[in-house]
Structures are given as C-alpha cells and as structure tokens.
C-alpha cells in the first residue's frame, strides 16, 4: 500500500526560528515530492516540489531535503513568521498515480 | 481569474436525503479529483477523472458518486448521506501530460463543509 508518514502532527515554534517537517515514503517508484500548504478556510495549495536527482531545492526561505537512500524528504521554513502558521501537506507521487498525501502537519509560529 | 470552484460552502442535512456538491474549473484541466479532509487523516482521495467519462475510485468511495460528462465540471454525489460523510471536501483539478503522468500542480477549490445529522 503506498503511505507516506508524516511528522510532528503539529508544531509550534517561535518568530525567526526553524520549522522542520518531515515525511517518509516506502514506494522506491515515488517520483515527485511536492509540498502543499494550507491557511485556515482555503484548500491547499502547492508550495514547493522536488524530485530525487537532487538532494535539495530551495524557494526562498522554504527547502526541501531529500534523501533518497532513506526515502525521506523534509520541508525546513527558515526564519519562521506569524504568516507561516498553517497546515503542511507533504505528497508524492509516481509516473501513472494519482498523489498520495501525508495527514499534515498544524504549525503554529508564535509572535 | 484561474480557478476551481466548489458550492454550496456549506451545508447541513439529514440522513439519507440525496445530495450533490458542484465542482467546476475554468483552467480546461483533464484531472478532477475529490478528497474528505479529517482531522488526524489528512487528505483522502474518494474518486477521480483523468477525463471526460473516466472516473475511477481512490481510497474512501464508498458512498459516494461522481460524474464527468462535461470536462469542466467533476460532481460529487451522495446518494444517501450518513452522519459519518460529515467531513470537509474538496475538489482538485491538474493538467494530464500525454505520458499520463500526474507530476503537475494540483489546483484544490476552497472546500464544503458538510454536517450530516
């Protein structure tokens, strides 16, 4: 069955820190790994993606790791803000599926 | 304005009356697809069209139908709504490459709440 296993399920850290998400997937045929973010009343939407011939992919203060001999992928928001407080999403998928979704993650940066 | 729109927002009803959530996107998408969200449970896919008169089951569709007639609109329909249906649903829609490959953004709608009592 294709899972991907996320965590904390929530998380709280303060302005200016690092929030650090991270998912694990046990299909070796995933093959894209994008991140959705979602505000309180709004659907997600896509924040970042990355796929496994690179280890890392950086979008402003937003960087996905991945580490395909682990078959593990991390979303690390630096220098956390206020408006950064939602529910994170990690997914993946492979060639001819459909995305399979992580249970998300509430994160909650204080002022 | 690119969009994927969802109605009614909201909406309360009673066991075992027939339902229909609208789904309609204006982006000319071949993928549709509807999710519950719960909390603890994430996103879960219900059912999904790749395009017009192919839907297929994801994994919770038991109880629910869907329809692709036109390539816009993705309903959702719950023939006979049961208290455990109550969830907040959203509909997705994405490009379709040739190669059938599902590596494109996905667009969610801004979700139904739905109360069955």
């Known amino acids: 069955q294709q899972q991907v296993k996320q965590s904390p399920q929530s998380l709280i850290v303060q302005k200016g820190g690092i929030s650090i998400i991270n998912c694990a997937y046990e299909n070796t045929a995933f093959d894209y790994f994008p991140w959705y973010q979602q505000f309180p009343g709004k659907g997600p939407a896509l924040l970042i993606a990355i796929r496994p011939d690179v280890s890392e992919k950086k979008e402003g203060r937003f960087t996905i790791s991945f580490n395909k001999s682990a078959k593990q992928f991390s979303l690390h928001i630096m220098d956390s803000q206020p408006g950064d407080s939602a529910t994170y999403f990690c997914?993946?998928?492979?060639?001819?599926?459909?995305?399979?979704f992580g249970k998300g993650t509430m994160l909650l940066v204080s002022p | 304005e690119a969009q994927v729109t969802q109605n009614p927002r909201y909406l309360i009803t009673v066991t075992g009356k027939k339902l229909t959530v609208t789904c309609s996107q204006n982006?000319?998408?071949?993928?549709m697809s509807w999710y519950r969200q719960d909390p603890g449970l994430g996103l879960r896919q219900i059912y999904y069209?790749?395009?017009?008169?192919?839907?297929d089951k994801g994994d919770v569709p038991e109880g629910y139908k869907v329809s692709r007639k036109e390539k816009r609109n993705f309903p959702l329909i719950l023939e006979s709504p049961s208290p455990n249906q109550t969830s907040l649903y959203f509909c997705?829609?994405?490009?379709?490459?040739?190669?059938?490959?599902?590596?494109?953004?996905?667009?969610f709608g801004p979700g139904t709440r739905l109360l069955v009592l």
């Open positions: 997914a993946a998928s492979m060639r001819y599926s459909t995305l399979t």
């Open positions: 982006m000319n998408h071949e993928y």
């Open positions: 997705a829609s994405s490009p379709l490459r040739l190669a059938g490959n599902f590596q494109e953004t996905q667009y």
């Open positions: 069209s790749m395009n017009v008169e192919v839907t």
